[in-house]
């Protein structure tokens, strides 16, 4: 099939960009049309005329961007045209409202993933596999020691963590992004341990997720709760606030059993003190890199990640069915060069031709992946550089190098 193929997406200094359809997808600088993924900061940026975005993502966008901006938002499958080119948003799995571009010009289709991860989340949509001709997908995990267990066997092992912290009279904080990570973290706690407080940027989270219809556990911001008590300090005495009185009052609360859900940031903050004797924790897939627990200098690390592992990332490859797969964000080079080696595209067609689309998930073996690559020469894996730079995981240091199991 020679047929002329029509150039659907570019990468420019700005972003990628559909030339044809003149807009860009989560465009870096401020650009007349942007389609956004989702309302992470990192692709849903300020200054943009005109945002197109998935339904259930509104209120977190709209907390995110300018009101001044034009927003426009499409119901997941919903089908709307732009400068010629057809596009619908997709689930992604990744948080809520987080959406795939599904782009279609002339019989041709791109799909780019935007953050995506496999895994169900009871806060948002599965990820929806779609055929295209050319896949562009992220790679933030893309490497084989990277495979997330299930869900339900975090929050258990979450949860058991909080049930020990309380019966020895500590107060629990884990840390967790505040839109998206934290939201996920609440719809995973058990209230029956104890009382659930947020951080005041988990909050805001918590009530666009509330908005667009996420079911939470009850929770009340940590500054809620000492402006509460305070008042009521207050009306108990003489009727006379002093300033002095009520911050003693808030020093004396009691936060023993109780869940804190904070931004990472506020570790080792004196935000922190008023809480007593605490028992803190980290969710995120960088806990799955040995090492960066102690570099975080947290007592717990729980390796719950929102983005694809391993071997969702070749799933979704091959349920993309695409003859061109463009990587993007963390681990390019490592996933390119794997792809590129003929192998594994090799591999994955032969795969795909045994399996019906049907059977779409049926899962290539974590193992069967990893035995893969062990046996092919000059694959190093543990390579140090090969790790992820992120802004908030500083991960180039000793004990950073990752080991499968
Ligand atoms: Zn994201
Ligand atoms: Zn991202």
């Known amino acids: 099939m020679n047929r002329p193929r029509p150039k659907l997406l570019e990468t420019t200094p700005a972003g990628l960009h559909c030339p044809i359809g003149g807009f860009y997808i989560d465009p870096f600088r401020p650009v007349d049309r942007a389609v956004i993924t989702h309302g992470h900061s990192d692709h849903a940026r300020w200054g943009s005329r005109h945002y197109l975005s998935a339904s259930p993502g509104e209120p977190i966008l709209r907390m995110r961007l300018s009101e001044e901006a034009e927003f426009e938002f499409l119901d997941y499958g919903q089908k709307t045209t732009v400068g010629g080119v057809r596009v619908s948003l997709h689930p992604a799995g990744h948080m809520l409202g987080s959406a795939q571009v599904r782009l279609e010009y002339r019989g041709e289709v791109a799909v780019v993933t935007g953050d995506y991860k496999l895994q169900s989340d009871a806060t948002c949509d599965d990820f929806e596999p779609i055929r295209c001709h050319t896949f562009v997908t992220e790679s933030t995990f893309g490497l084989p020691i990277y495979q997330w267990r299930e869900d339900s066997e975090i929050f258990a092992d979450i949860n058991q963590w909080w049930r020990t912290a309380a019966s020895e009279g500590k107060c629990c904080l884990l840390y967790g992004y505040a839109v998206g990570k934290s939201q996920r973290l609440l719809s995973g706690l058990d209230p029956s341990i104890g009382p659930i407080y947020t951080h005041g940027a988990v909050e805001k989270g918590v009530q666009a997720y509330r908005e667009s219809g996420v079911k939470l556990p009850e929770t009340t911001s940590v500054t809620r709760r000492i402006e509460t008590e305070a008042a009521n300090a207050g009306k108990s005495t003489s009727g006379e606030v ?128 990893q035995s893969y690559w062990e046996s092919t020469p000059g694959d190093d894996v543990s390579s140090e550089n090969a790790l992820p730079g992120n802004e908030s995981t500083n991960e180039s240091g000793d004990g950073g190098k990752p080991t499968s199991g």
Request: glycine residues 8%.
């Open 242 to 369: 002093t300033k002095r009185r009520k911050s003693s009052r808030a020093a004396k609360l009691d936060w023993s059993g109780s869940m804190v859900v904070a931004v990472p940031s506020a570790h080792g903050t004196p935000w922190m003190r008023k809480f007593g004797t605490v028992s803190t924790a980290m969710a995120s897939g960088w806990m799955a890199i040995r090492g960066a627990r102690r570099r975080r200098a947290v007592d717990r690390g729980f390796v719950l990640s929102d983005h694809v592992d391993w071997p969702g990332l070749m799933n979704a490859i091959v349920w993309s069915e695409a003859d061109e797969i463009w990587v993007t964000h963390g681990s390019t080079a490592v996933v390119s060069r794997y792809l590129n080696e003929g192998g594994l595209q090799q591999r994955l067609q032969d795969h795909r031709s045994r399996s019906d689309w049907q059977h779409r998930r049926e899962t290539l073996s974590a193992r069967e992946i």
